[in-house]
């Protein structure tokens, strides 16, 4: 499990297919995915056990320190070759949906994918009118790389869709500044709470 | 058999995997990525089915039937009606008029017979050859993805390119 202050990430189980069942059918969530409609839970079922086998891919979920799971959050594409990935998160419960679980979350995950997989970038993709994605994303030092013209289709339209990544090296001057300070101090001030 | 001006685009048969092998050996073969290098002849050979049981990878050859390279469409998308194209020419036949052509003939595939509406393509810095044959077929740059692939102990830039089908119908 991977601590922080306000969320803890856990590595996803069967036993979260009610949560994740749920999250897919709150369709205001996900017009911000490029995901078909799901309706079965068996499918979706389907879906969780083959992310949970695959080998370019670790599913984390979100949760509070009550232990109340909130959201989701995944590396995937996984390349240790060229040794990057692509980061996915999502807040399912609708009452949480702010920037500062977000933001913890990301921020835990990148430390994890920088720090202990070694990872010379990570990107993320956001479709142009996921604004809040798109501040998370800047938030983190995420620098816009690609606009991807008419790439998803959404609600009857195309919509664009923006490419960002974020270097190591970034990512090490996020952690020398003052926010990244900020950031690591929470992640940090758990550890020492758990010694 | 896929008919252009100067190139046909064909399935990938048995018989072509000692010729792609012996090419896979020499250069680095993108479109074989997932076997990895330094694959050995019985591995491709036995594993044929796995590795291009895909309908979308062909040969490219000249009217002569002389292999000139690979193509390829992949990652499609049929919700938002999309794939990913690559190519690559052996070495002697790096030639804008085949290349072109190759992409040509495969996109008029993609678009004109599988009813899709974007085609994406990567090409790393290094690349110039696919670069300005991407250019060349008409297709538009999306943006550089900084650092994304290691090649020869650096990191290199990779660079997006699409084409849409009206572009391509407007041009032909």
Not at chain 1, 17 to 31: E, G, H, I, S
Not at chain 1, 66 to 94: A, C, P, V, W, Y
Not at chain 1, 121 to 138: D, I, N, P, S, W
Request: charged share 30%.
């Amino acid at each position: 499990m991977i601590k922080g202050r306000t969320v803890n990430l856990r590595r996803i189980t069967m036993a979260d297919l009610p949560n994740v069942f749920k999250w897919w059918q709150d369709k205001r969530l996900m017009k911000y995915y490029d995901e078909l409609p799901v309706h079965t839970p068996l499918e979706v079922e389907h879906i969780l056990r083959q992310n949970i086998s695959a080998a370019d891919r670790i599913d984390y979920i979100i949760e509070t320190k009550q232990k109340e799971s909130i959201g989701r959050i995944f590396l995937s594409k996984i390349n240790l070759e060229d040794r990057h990935l692509e980061i996915h998160t999502m807040i399912g419960e609708k009452n949480k949906r702010n920037m500062f679980f977000g933001a913890e979350a990301a921020f835990l995950m990148l430390l994890h994918a920088f720090h202990q997989l070694g990872m010379h970038k990570v990107y993320g993709r956001v479709m142009e009118y996921a604004k809040e994605a798109e501040v998370l994303q800047k938030e983190m030092g995420f620098i816009k790389e690609a606009v991807l013209k008419k790439q998803y289709f959404q609600k009857g339209q195309y919509c664009n869709g923006f490419l960002y990544g974020l270097l190591d090296r970034e990512f090490e001057a996020l952690l020398e500044s003052p926010k990244g300070q900020k950031y690591l101090a929470a992640s940090q001030s758990r550890d020492k709470m758990r010694t | 058999m896929l008919d252009g001006e100067k190139v046909n685009l064909r399935r990938i048969e048995k018989a072509d995997l000692w010729h792609l092998w012996e090419w896979h050996e020499r250069d680095e073969l993108y479109l074989f990525k997932a076997i990895k290098s330094f694959v050995s002849w019985d591995e491709i050979h036995d594993n044929y089915f796995k590795h291009f049981a895909w309908k979308g990878d062909f040969i490219t050859q000249d009217k002569e039937n002389r292999i000139l390279g690979i193509c390829s469409y992949h990652n499609v998308s049929w919700k938002n009606r999309s794939c990913s194209l690559s190519f690559r020419m052996q070495e002697g036949y790096y030639d804008f008029l085949l290349s072109v052509d190759t992409i040509h003939v495969l996109a008029s595939l993609i678009f004109n017979e599988l009813n899709l509406i974007k085609i994406d393509t990567f090409a790393p810095q290094t690349s110039t050859f696919d670069i300005q044959t991407f250019e060349k077929a008409g297709f538009v740059p999306e943006g550089v993805l900084r650092e994304h692939v290691f090649r020869d102990d650096k990191y290199l830039d990779m660079h997006i390119f699409s084409l849409f089908r009206e572009d391509f119908n407007n041009n032909d």
